[in-house]
């Protein structure tokens, strides 16, 4: 069982637009070129997003794309479903007809499992990973690689103290 590139890019997306929320609207270009993530993907995942009201989109010049509410309000397991990626243990996609049509012997196990990891992403907060050192490390990397102004990192570092 894995969480596929689906799930893994809309949570980094987002967790980039977390992370970038106090620079006003972020354009979907910047989160491609600093996480390397297509931008017609992007395009995708967004509409979802946007569907699930998990972000919104802000019009012309300047414009691009916020969270539709604070970090601390959207969880990790919100942005896998909201588009569509399941998390999902067992060999039959959940439907129980693992062996020959009918619930194999270790079906129960792998759907506690995939109950667990979506119990568990459930409690991750944007603001949560966005606090954590690690993340505010790569992410001031990441704004330097691709030569964000100081100004914005200063916001990056202090919006994240």
């Keep these: 069982m894995r969480l596929t590139t689906k799930g893994r890019y809309a949570v980094t997306a987002m967790l980039d637009l977390a992370l970038h929320a106090d620079s006003g609207p972020i354009s979907l270009s910047d989160i491609s070129?600093?996480?390397?993530?297509?931008?017609?993907?992007?395009?995708?995942?967004?509409?979802?997003?946007?569907?699930?009201?998990?972000v919104k989109s802000v019009r012309g010049p300047g414009g691009g794309y916020r969270l539709n509410r604070s970090a601390t309000?959207?969880?990790?397991?919100?942005?896998?479903?909201?588009?569509?990626?399941?998390?999902?243990?067992?060999?039959?996609?959940?439907?129980?007809n693992c062996q020959q049509g009918e619930v194999c012997l270790t079906h129960y196990l792998w759907d506690d499992l995939s109950s667990q990891i979506h119990s568990f992403l459930s409690a991750i907060?944007?603001?949560?990973?966005?606090?954590?050192?690690?993340?505010?490390?790569?992410?001031?990397r990441q704004n330097q690689r691709e030569g964000m102004d100081a100004l914005s990192l200063e916001r990056i570092s202090a919006s994240s103290i």
């Design 125 to 140: 907060s944007l603001a949560s990973l966005v606090a954590r050192r690690e993340v505010q490390n790569v992410a001031l």
């Design 73 to 96: 309000d959207i969880f990790v397991a919100q942005i896998v479903d909201a588009v569509n990626e399941s998390i999902d243990a067992t060999n039959c996609g959940g439907s129980g």
């Design 33 to 54: 070129k600093r996480q390397h993530i297509s931008l017609s993907y992007l395009e995708q995942l967004f509409a979802k997003l946007r569907q699930n009201s998990l």
